[in-house]
């Protein structure tokens, strides 16, 4: 995986399974000094879950520093959530979620989809999952019982779609504007959810 | 509430130093 913005300001990690393959990914490794080695970096062992009904199993999440901009030290975290089922994981895309953290902004977005590989090989050779890469909106509108919604989700390369942005206790809105032959007909907040 | 119609949808949101002043739009064709 590669996070951060891409091109040579990046962090590289990847996901494996410490007691071999079959035995469930349950370790992550960060360059998080970014020195090209993943050797030189302590392991991030996911922890487990303590109560409820997924006791003892597989909470496979982790926290890390990475650039962002011309800063370093924004916090990511990723959630590789499907790996936490009962089993194996099974090679193929699996979905996560990740947030972002810079001055006093955070970014959460959900519905990523992360392909495990079988070999760092056939890792390397494929697409990069790329954290803070850039954004675009998708907006449509669905008719239902006599009413129509407008939708619309920022989703980045990855497919992940930002759940919510806060900048310190607000929660900023994205606004929505309907014109008719260059005519404003309506300006609404938005709701994120 | 609009009429029927065609209509052109901006959204647009402030979203701090990660993605800026972000927006996009798209015709819609709005019928009940």
């Not at chain 1, 790996?83 to 972002?100: E, Q, S």
């Not at chain 1, 907006?139 to 900048?167: F, M, P, Y």
């Amino acid at each position: 995986m590669v996070f951060g913005e891409g091109g040579t300001d990046s962090t590289l990690g990847v996901v494996d399974e410490s007691g071999g393959t079959g035995a469930g990914y349950d370790v992550a490794y960060v360059d998080e000094n970014r020195n090209g080695d993943l050797t030189d970096d302590a392991p991030k062992k996911f922890p487990t879950y303590e109560r409820g009904s997924r006791t003892g199993q597989i909470d496979p999440r982790f926290t890390f520093s990475g650039p962002f901009g011309d800063k370093a030290g924004a916090k990511y975290s990723l959630n590789l959530y499907a790996l936490g089922r009962r089993g194996p994981a099974t090679p193929g895309d699996h979905y996560f979620f990740w947030t972002l953290g810079t001055d006093d902004w955070n970014y959460f977005f959900i519905s990523g989809k992360a392909r495990l590989s079988s070999s760092a090989a056939e890792a390397l050779a494929g697409p990069p999952i790329r954290l803070a890469g850039p954004c675009k909106w998708q907006i449509e509108s669905k008719r239902r019982s006599g009413r129509v919604t407008v939708s619309a989700g920022l989703k980045d390369e990855n497919g992940c779609t930002l759940r919510s942005v806060r900048h310190g206790r607000e929660q900023p809105s994205p606004k929505l504007t309907l014109l008719k032959n260059g005519k404003v007909e309506l300006e609404e907040d938005m709701k994120f959810g | 509430m609009v009429a029927d119609g065609t209509y052109t949808a901006k959204v647009e949101l402030d979203a701090g130093p990660y993605l800026g002043k972000i927006a996009g739009e798209k015709e819609l064709q709005l019928r009940r």
